[in-house]
């Protein structure tokens, strides 16, 4: 069977040779033609295939997703098992782009600054200062909302209505707690968010979040909140901590 | 009948000929199994998995991070990184805001194993010393 091979001529071999990278692409599109094919079956398929529909699935899950980002992002929240009311912190405010009209005031030793400062000099009856440093811009004013938080880490959203000349900003609401107790104002968002569960729908701020919901409740345990929804027999469950953006060392 | 087949085969193919084949078949394969992967319905709900799975992380590294400044400050605890379950990629940053006010950053990354996508976390935490 071997003893053939020493029959070949250099004139055969170097035919062989030319068939090679023939073969060779010849090789690259049959492969290429076949793999393309079974990928659009195959995937065509997989639709099908899965025991519940994934569309239902993932817009289920979308909305959990949804759910724990606010619930992430609020301040303050109030739950009950059918309604959340949440305080949305403003993450553009918290997070930075500091303030363009002050030189400099982007980064700091390679951070992004806040855009205002987060402690509180002053508060007296409805009366509240900012801390105030070069680099940081003064974000108070009317018709700004912010969330005043005290050590036991309750916090209380506050509006406000006038600024007077130093700086000194008048809240609608008085507090008997001075500013050793409660040391932190961080911003909010203009409203609140309200996600509320009625007549098999989710509501986000009275706009439909998802459809065909068969139970949706929420659950709070501490700094936790929890919720478990279900549709179409498949039950999902949800959770993330609220209030998780201050703590004192 | 199977010896007259292997004996023209052979004829045909050396043996180098196959290996090339073997090494293209192993390739392709390859490349539609990943494709397949990526395309696939469940390629979404991986996302969300990570997703999740970055929040605890977040979590976790919040919390190393906060229990290292309880205990040594924040002149020994400015930087920190961290591995957790070899893929994500944990790394937080202290800064003094001000005496009182610390800002914590925390980021996780990692990548998406299933369809290679960067999935990313950052949060921004407010510390107030006593």
């Not at chain 1, 290429?32 to 639709?47: E, Q, W």
């Not at chain 1, 305080?87 to 980064?107: H, P, Q, W």
């Amino acid at each position: 069977m071997m003893s053939k091979l020493h029959f070949l001529s250099r004139s055969q071999i170097s035919v062989q040779k030319g068939f090679l990278s023939i073969e060779f692409f010849y090789a690259i599109m049959i492969f290429a033609l076949g793999s393309l094919v079974c990928l659009s079956v195959v995937t065509h398929f997989m639709k099908f295939s899965l025991a519940s529909s994934p569309k239902l699935m993932l817009e289920a899950n979308t909305t959990i997703l949804q759910i724990e980002h606010y619930l992430q992002a609020s301040l303050i929240a109030e739950i009950s098992p059918s309604r959340a009311r949440l305080e949305i912190v403003d993450s553009a405010k918290l997070n930075g782009y500091g303030d363009i009209n002050k030189s400099g005031s982007l980064y700091n030793q390679d951070i992004l600054l806040p855009m205002q400062h987060f402690e509180i000099t002053l508060l007296n009856g409805n009366q509240m200062r900012l801390a105030q440093t070069p680099i940081l811009s003064n974000t108070l004013a009317p018709n700004t909302r912010f969330g005043i938080l005290c050590r036991d880490l309750s916090a209380e959203s506050v509006l406000i209505t006038s600024l007077d000349a130093s700086n000194i900003a008048s809240l609608n609401k008085t507090f008997t707690l001075k500013e050793d107790v409660c040391p932190i104002a961080i911003p909010l968002e203009s409203s609140a968010i309200e996600i509320t569960y009625a007549g098999h729908k989710l509501f986000i701020n009275g706009e439909i979040l998802l459809e065909g919901v068969d139970t949706f409740e929420f659950l709070r345990n501490g700094n936790f909140v929890e919720f478990s929804l279900c549709v179409a027999n498949n039950c999902y469950r949800g959770g993330n901590y609220v209030a998780s953006f201050v703590e004192f060392l | 009948m199977s010896f007259k087949c292997a004996n023209t085969l052979q004829g045909i193919l050396s043996k180098g000929f196959l290996s090339v084949w073997g090494v293209f078949m192993l390739a392709f394969v390859g490349l539609l199994i990943t494709f397949i992967m990526a395309r696939s319905p469940t390629a979404s709900l991986s996302h969300i998995y990570v997703k999740t799975q970055l929040e605890l992380y977040e979590k976790s590294m919040y919390e190393l991070h906060l229990s290292c400044l309880r205990a040594f400050g924040i002149d020994e605890c400015k930087d920190l990184s961290y591995q957790f379950d070899t893929y994500f990629i944990a790394n937080s940053h202290a800064f003094l805001l001000s005496p009182r006010v610390i800002l914590l950053d925390v980021f996780v990354e990692t990548q998406n194993i299933l369809t290679s996508h960067l999935q990313h976390i950052s949060r921004r935490h407010i510390l107030v010393k006593n």
